[in-house]
């Protein structure tokens, strides 16, 4: 059974940049998408992007200019980076599984909640 | 981008009592690509159905996705206890992907 478990700092100062990383276990990371999405009260569920095991990725265009998605295999890990975040980023960050044939998400971290305050 | 609106907003029932949850999209949704997730408090979102109408492993029969284009529905024949909880509705047919802002399944 594929696992994954979201790491972060919990805490983010407005400006700064967030750092997530997902690690996978259970299963090997090739031939899949792994994914972000984020959960907050005011905006509900929004994904923020993919990446393909070979490092191929894919933003959702309303946060492409802050968004970068990093895989490493050798560890099973994927990362997310948030650039110049604000009180608006605070959320419940999840990392998925994209499934193989269609794109829905079928595997899901229990999430990281992130903070951002001064 | 496509706009899920998922009705009501809240639905309250009586153990037993049928639940039937609308999700209508902003456009038609391509190749049949909608999912419906639960989620419980504290817990990540699980899916159930994908490609409208296709239970996940291990999903019971009482849960049931219908509809085409741009209406969609997630029947819960005989809700269970455990069924009480938020579903939402997802879209992956046209990016970005998107979801509905959820329906919370209460009890009576």
């Known amino acids: 059974q594929v696992q994954l478990q979201e790491s972060g700092p919990g805490l983010v100062k407005p400006s700064e940049t967030l750092s997530l990383t997902c690690t996978v276990s259970?299963?090997?990371?090739?031939?899949?998408?792994w994914s972000w999405i984020r959960q907050s009260p005011g905006k509900g569920l929004e994904w923020i992007g993919y990446i393909y095991y070979s490092g191929n990725t894919y933003y959702n265009p309303s946060l492409k200019s802050r968004v970068t998605i990093s895989v490493d295999t050798s560890k099973n890990q994927f990362s997310l980076k948030l650039s110049s975040v604000t009180a608006a980023d605070t959320a419940v960050y999840y990392c998925?599984?994209?499934?193989?044939?269609?794109?829905?998400?079928?595997?899901w971290g229990q999430g990281s909640l992130l903070t951002v305050s001064s | 981008e496509i706009v899920l609106t998922q009705s009501p907003g809240t639905l309250s029932l009586s153990p037993g009592e049928r639940a039937t949850l609308s999700c209508r999209a902003s456009q038609s949704v391509s190749r049949s690509y909608l999912a419906w997730y639960q989620q419980k408090p504290g817990q990540a979102p699980r899916l159930l159905i994908y490609g409208i109408s296709s239970r996940a492993t291990g999903i019971p029969d009482r849960f049931s996705g219908s509809g085409s284009g741009t209406d969609f529905t997630l029947t819960i024949s005989r809700p269970e206890p455990e069924d009480f909880a938020v579903y939402y509705c997802q879209q992956y047919g046209s990016s970005p992907w998107t979801f509905g802002q959820g329906t919370k399944v209460e009890i009576k």
């Open positions: 998925a599984r994209v499934n193989y044939y269609e794109s829905y998400f079928e595997y």
């Open positions: 259970g299963g090997s990371m090739s031939r899949y998408y």
